[in-house]
């Protein structure tokens, strides 16, 4: 697949994944020129672009319903979670499928990168005026080499309407 | 120690621990219940005797000595006092305790019992001495040992546990030998408990066996599966019932295909396996209701109350996970009607009450639903408190509250943060409110209701479906959407031809109604509901597709775009994003993988107005009287009220017609007047009219209401009809009391109440005002005496109640005088038909109006109760229409008083 090609290539590969270290370990994915993560724990399965059933007068978040193999994952558009414009890509979005209480969520993101092992790296706050919408649902950012990594509270980005 | 022998003894002893607290509760009512003993001692026995055999020696220990005193209790040596049952239960509850350390860490857990242990040695010494002392000391113990052995053995006849006398003689035999020496009698059962382990765990031991040969005949009939097996069956089942429904779908329409007789034959196979799956699946809800009895009795003792639960249908089975789910809200409920709901002992001394408040739990099976009803009869709700408090807490507006019926108002308490405790009580806490209990009915499918009456207690009704696992429903399509509608709300389906669309469905305002065979049935756009655009149900080229659906007592028409067939879905739950759209009951998977919602007719319903919160107390005269012709005629005066819309009045309301030249209309501040007769008459349009000032002159319709009179300005007088007025739909519109068929056409009758009002906002305060109304309600369900008083008292009349009619005949008798009664008719003793002849037979009370408010059916009775004196027939119950029915029998009784005055 083209786009595993992509990601195989992405800028993120400076942190290197070790096997085991869960705690330091994070799924990158890219919504525009962002990069965002979260917890490798959380993270059940990363799919293809699916078909999803929107939902009638769902929140506005709410991307739809998709079928994962006879479990129903709720879909969450994470770029208007999150306040961006709409992504307009033929391709489609990538779905970063989590567990959270006892359901699945799946974020829609444009790209999705490797896994980042962060060991040794300090999570920092976000800056204090960075935009509330996005304050309320970030954790804090790792300095990467190359690139900021901003980590996502996945419960705070679940919460909503 | 073998791990699945430990495994079986703790499944086994928490089905009979759960049963225990019950059993226990109820003994403590009925002390000489002797097969209750029997059972209570086996379950404590069978748990001391697996103790001894598997070396769990502290839970022994403690099994030991609260089966010591149970044992004394059935052979009559002690008491059942509460003192004693209290005493047995903390043993219960430590008993549980170490069960629960074993079960988390598969070794007995560490702790010293031996308070406990002596406190239930000393109550069984107690017992021992003053009984065993004045008798022939070697004489009871053979005794006692023979009625053992009966009792056993008659209440067990399958795993008779025979041996179990055989531990038992001796030590019966044991006591009454130290006897004559009373009060040294203590430390010597204790010592010969001491010296006996060995033989008595070696008894026991072969008690044991004994007791699994004779248990293999009812293992031979019922087995115990661990939960997680059934409920991946039911998940299999779930996959298979989707497979198989793809595979009729492929083979649909191909009769001709080899695959057509085993797919018909695959399709009877599944459909059977999945009935069979879910049986393994139903429950007794007496599993749910099990801990209550020592909730309440707990609660007894906590909050000084005296309360009596009653469980009734204990039997009606379930589906597990419905079970599951309705467990907490149960508890909830009585805790809250408990802690709440019952007052003091004292208050209820001084309100006339018995000073035990009662608590009544019943259940039982409506079509493919479990009714489950919580009464108490308690202090009720106080409905201003409610609204106060919703007021304070800015749910809503004072504004918004004036216009809520009681019930709407009575609905505020399931709103998420509403509680009306006035103190926080450590009982029912804080936190957890009737919101949660709603979310929590609501979340499996099902709807709840209450009803309360201040002073005289609440009834919560709660409707669940039997299982949540796999319904049957039908899909639809709507907005370029599916959707699944479950069968058991949909009532029929009905196609318009693009032709019929525009005459066949009417409009009453804005609001779209299809004469469905005698009735208005209110149509819904579902794609308008769904905030979907550009269905195909609106292009007016297009057949109408009608699904009609039961929504509680009321039926609803969702207007689709196209309907498919039914199939047997999977009902999953909504996801925590979605479930506050109020609008969906889950989501499932179709046969072609397709994901879909799960409409919740009924949450539609209460968007489109709410229709459905107070069903539980609308008449059913709607709905039963399409099959009775009976009945009176009512004249209406027809008239045009602008909008080009025809609005009627009964005839009898309506004092005159007028017409009045344009020139003597005058204002005064914002009203409008002309003077009439050497008053002057406020004037009124029609509301949501704006009437018109070209009309000269202006047609008015007179009303009078008591001393005060309005007139309504209308565009014009149409006809005068003899028609049965019925009205079939209640309207929640102001000024409008309903809807009825008249001269054929769906017509809004006014609600002339209303407008006298408006014209006269003081008539409340009016000193002019005709004294009360006294009206004297006689029926023998209290229910529906407090029912019926609080909705006449609302409407400012003075209610007396009589329990039968021979109340009723003697209140009569002394010389009480009434305005009007209402009377039920299935009454003992002395039915309403005999009550209305008695009334009629005496010349000081033949004028009396009289309205018999029945739940007998229409067709047959009316005639029946008119003839013998009543002068109208109503189901119970319409607030509204009785009120009405009130309101127009005395204005007609006074002015025939006036004419003969």
């Known amino acids: 697949m083209s786009r595993a090609a992509t990601l195989e290539a992405s800028p993120l590969r400076d942190g290197m994944s070790h096997q085991l270290d869960y705690e330091n370990q994070y799924v990158s994915f890219r919504l525009g020129t962002q990069w965002l993560g979260v917890p490798v724990n959380v993270v059940q399965e990363v799919l293809n672009p699916q078909s999803i059933r929107r939902v009638p007068r769902a929140p506005s978040e709410v991307a739809g319903l998709l079928n994962l193999r006879g479990q129903i994952v709720t879909a969450v558009d994470l770029r208007q979670r999150l306040g961006l414009p709409e992504y307009n890509d033929e391709r489609g979005s990538m779905n970063v499928v989590v567990r959270h209480g006892q359901e699945s969520f799946s974020l829609l993101v444009d790209d999705v990168g490797d896994v980042i092992n962060v060991s040794g790296q300090k999570l920092e706050p976000v800056p204090n005026s960075l935009d509330a919408q996005w304050k309320a649902v970030t954790k804090g950012v790792f300095r990467l080499e190359k690139r900021l990594f901003v980590i996502l509270n996945v419960p705070a980005v679940l919460k909503f309407g | 120690m073998d791990d699945e022998i430990l495994q079986e003894f703790l499944a086994e002893s928490w089905e009979n621990l759960g049963r225990l607290d019950s059993e226990i509760v109820a003994l403590e009512k009925s002390p000489e219940n002797a097969e209750l003993l029997a059972s209570v001692f086996r379950t404590i026995h ?275 996970t419905v079970l599951d789910a309705i467990k907490d809200p149960l508890t909830h409920m009585v805790r809250n009607s408990a802690d709440h709901g019952i007052e003091s002992p004292e208050v209820r001394r001084s309100k006339g009450k018995s000073e035990t408040g009662k608590i009544r739990l019943h259940a039982y099976h409506e079509g493919g639903h479990v009714i489950i009803r919580i009464e108490d009869d ?54 957890v409110g009737m919101d949660v209990v709603k979310t929590a009915i609501e979340r499996i499918g099902g709807t709840v209701e209450l009803m309360s009456t201040e002073g005289h207690g609440t009834t919560v009704r709660i409707k669940i479906p039997l299982t949540l696992a796999i319904i049957s429903a039908l899909v639809v399509e709507s907005g370029g959407e599916s959707f699944a509608i479950p069968q058991l709300g949909v009532v029929e389906l009905v196609r318009l031809s693009a032709e019929d669309r525009n005459t066949r469905i009417e409009r009453i305002h804005n609001q779209e109604v299809f004469r469905l065979r005698n009735r208005l049935l209110p149509l819904v756009h579902l794609h308008r509901q769904l905030k979907l655009s550009c269905s195909r149900s609106d292009d007016a080229s297009e057949d109408v597709n009608i699904v009609v659906v039961q929504v509680g007592e009321d039926q609803m028409g969702l207007i689709v775009s196209e309907v498919f067939d039914t199939e047997e879905i999977v009902v999953k739950p909504v996801g925590t994003l979605l479930k506050d759209i109020g609008i969906y009951q889950g989501t499932t998977i179709l046969g072609d993988g397709r994901v879909i919602m799960i409409l919740d007719v009924a949450g539609i319903a209460t968007e489109c107005g709410g229709k459905a919160v107070n069903s539980a107390l609308r008449d059913r005269a709607a709905a039963e009287d399409a099959n009775s012709d009976a009945g009176s005629l009512t004249s209406l005066l027809l008239f045009d009220a602008g909008n080009e819309s025809t609005m009627a009045v009964p005839l009898s309301l309506v004092a005159r017609l007028e017409e009045v030249p344009r020139s003597n209309i005058e204002r005064s501040g914002d009203r409008l007047v002309v003077q009439y007769r050497g008053d002057l008459l406020p004037l009124l349009p029609v509301d949501g009219a704006y009437g018109r000032p070209e009309l000269d002159p202006q047609p008015v319709i007179v009303f009078s209401e008591g001393q005060q009179s309005m007139g309504l300005m209308v565009d014009q007088i149409q006809d005068i009809l003899e028609e049965r007025l019925v009205i079939r739909m209640q309207s929640r519109r102001t000024g409008v009391l309903g809807t009825a068929i008249v001269n054929g056409k769906a017509t809004d009758i006014v609600d002339t109440n209303h407008y006298v009002m408006q014209a006269n906002p003081d008539w409340f305060t009016s000193t002019e005002q005709p004294s009360q109304r006294r009206i004297l309600v006689v029926d023998d369900s209290l229910f529906f005496r407090q029912l019926v008083t609080t909705a006449l008292e609302s409407e400012g009349c003075r209610v007396t109640t009589a329990e039968s009619a021979v109340a009723a005949v003697e209140r009569i008798e002394k010389g009480e005088r009434f305005d009007l009664i209402v009377t039920d008719l299935m009454m003992p003793m002395m039915d309403g038909f005999e009550f209305a002849e008695w009334l009629r037979s005496r010349p000081e009370s033949q004028s009396i109006p009289l309205v018999a408010l029945t739940s007998l059916g229409q067709a047959n009775h009316e005639a029946r109760a008119l003839q013998a004196g009543c002068d109208r027939f109503l189901q119970k119950f319409n607030a509204q229409l009785l009120t009405t029915t009130i309101d127009d029998l005395c204005y007609r009784a006074q002015s025939r008083h006036g004419v003969s005055a």
Not at chain 2, 273 to 283: F, I
């Open chain 2, 46 to 320: 069978t748990i001391k005797g697996t103790c001894g055999f598997i070396g769990l020696t502290r839970l022994g220990a403690v099994a030991h000595a609260a089966e010591n005193i149970l044992g004394q209790m059935r052979d009559g040596t002690l008491a059942v006092t509460p003192a004693a049952i209290s005493i047995v239960l903390e043993a219960v509850d430590v008993i549980k305790a170490l069960l629960q350390g074993l079960e988390a860490t598969g070794k007995e857990p560490e702790g010293d019992h031996s308070k406990l242990i002596a406190k239930l040695d000393l109550l069984a010494t107690v017992a021992d001495g003053p009984k065993v002392l004045p008798a022939a000391a070697p004489d009871p113990a053979p005794q006692e040992a023979v009625t053992e052995v009966k009792l056993v053995v008659a209440s067990t006849p399958v795993a008779a546990p025979l041996p179990a006398a055989i531990p038992a003689t001796p030590q019966a035999a044991v006591p009454p030998a130290p006897a004559p020496a009373a009060p040294i009698a203590a430390p010597v059962p204790a010592a010969s408990k001491a010296a006996a382990p060995p033989v008595e765990r070696r008894l026991e031991a072969d008690e044991h066996e004994a007791e699994g040969d004779a248990r293999k005949s009812v293992a031979d009939l019922s087995i115990r599966v661990n939960v997680e097996v059934l409920d991946s069956l039911m998940n299999l089942v779930g996959e298979l019932v989707l497979t198989r429904n793809q595979l009729l779908q492929l083979a649909r329409g191909d009769d001709e295909s080899k695959y057509a007789a085993p797919i018909t034959h695959l399709n009877r196979v599944t459909t059977d396996l999945q009935e069979g799956v879910m049986k393994t699946r139903m429950q007794p809800i007496g599993n749910a209701w099990s801990k209550l009895p020592r909730l309440v009795r707990d609660l007894m003792q906590v909050t000084g109350k005296s309360l009596d639960l009653e469980m009734t249908g204990a039997e009606t089975e379930l589906d597990r």
């Open chain 2, 378 to 431: 308690g202090a009720g709700i106080n409905v201003q408190k409610v609204k106060r408090k919703a007021i304070e807490k800015g749910l809503l507006t004072e504004a918004d509250a004036d216009r809520m019926s009681q019930a709407e108002l009575l609905a505020l308490i399931f709103r998420p943060g509403f509680s009306t405790a006035e103190q926080i009580s450590s009982v029912s806490g804080r936190g």
